[in-house]
């Protein structure tokens, strides 16, 4: 039963814009890549945030991403294996992987109130793309019923951390 | 005055009727009611909430995420991991506006009224 599940064919490039390509969604393996690369982007630039900064707003903020993307990540990973899914690597989460890459090795060259400002400016425009990746392309593709309220869960936890985001962007100009 | 109609089975409801109850035993006082607020893919419902002093509150967190239910004015401070329960008994009348410390755009309120 499960097998026919994740019996797609053809694995569509995704585009994380939104762009509308006319070849078939992502599978669930690679949505379950997709969504576990996001959410460890995220506990990454937590991390990185709780190692620079000394504002404590900023702090209290990359614990809760820390915090709740470790959470989601630690369901996902239970998820793929009840569901004996492989997570498959592919353009889309190497894409993300490499902006990652690039935007903390930029963050790493700033400190003070310069780190916090890139680092928080950062946060809403990446919870902005995943939001929209969720919504356009993820959620809809997702074929198991699991995965995507799992992926329903993690859109309204981007969409309330990217609230936030700019909560505490406002406060920092 | 408000008459609880006197439903078999109920008589604690029946406040300030304790002349009808004759066939109950001994009084005691009226039991408080249990409000529940489920919290579920970071919103608690219902966000709005009714009670009287003396009423407990309990939280469901049915997220796979830490949460809490938090008054900022300081009257109570649940914290909530991942499919925990909680439970605050209100003690004073007044307007609540609470949230989770860690998600702030989660809110919620709860009126309370003065017993009786």
């Keep these: 039963m499960k097998r026919t599940i994740f019996a797609l064919s053809g694995a569509g490039l995704i585009a994380i814009a939104g762009a509308a390509w006319a070849t078939p969604g ?144 406002g406060g920092l100009r | 005055m408000v008459f609880s109609t006197a439903r078999r089975r109920a008589p604690i409801l029946a406040i300030g009727a304790a002349l009808a109850l004759a066939a109950c035993g001994p009084n005691h006082a009226p039991a408080p009611a249990v409000h529940t607020v489920v919290i579920d893919q970071l919103a608690f419902s219902p966000k709005a909430t009714t009670a009287n002093v003396g009423d407990v509150v309990v939280w469901v967190n049915k997220d796979i995420l830490r949460h809490s239910a938090t008054d900022p004015s300081g009257a109570f401070d649940v914290d909530l991991p991942a499919g925990a329960t909680g439970k605050t008994v209100l003690k004073q009348a007044g307007s609540i506006k609470y949230a989770c410390r860690y998600h702030p755009g989660m809110t919620g309120t709860i009126s309370v009224a003065e017993k009786g």
Excluded: W
């Design chain 1, 26 to 169: 992502p599978t669930d393996p690679q949505i379950a890549h997709i969504a576990y690369t996001a959410d460890s982007i995220d506990v990454a630039a937590g991390t990185q945030a709780l190692a620079k900064s000394h504002n404590p707003k900023v702090r209290e903020f990359a614990e809760e991403m820390v915090r709740d993307h470790t959470a989601v990540n630690d369901k996902a990973l239970a998820l793929v294996k009840k569901l004996g899914v492989t997570p498959q690597p592919n353009p889309t989460s190497a894409g993300l992987q490499s902006q990652a890459t690039a935007e903390r090795a930029k963050l790493a060259k700033l400190s003070g109130a310069a780190f916090d400002k890139a680092y928080v400016a950062n946060e809403v425009a990446y919870h902005k793309t995943v939001n929209g990746a969720l919504e356009q392309t993820l959620i809809p593709s997702a074929q198991n019923g699991e995965l995507k309220s799992l992926l329903q869960t993690g859109l309204k936890l981007f969409q309330e951390h990217q609230a936030h985001a700019e909560q505490l962007a």
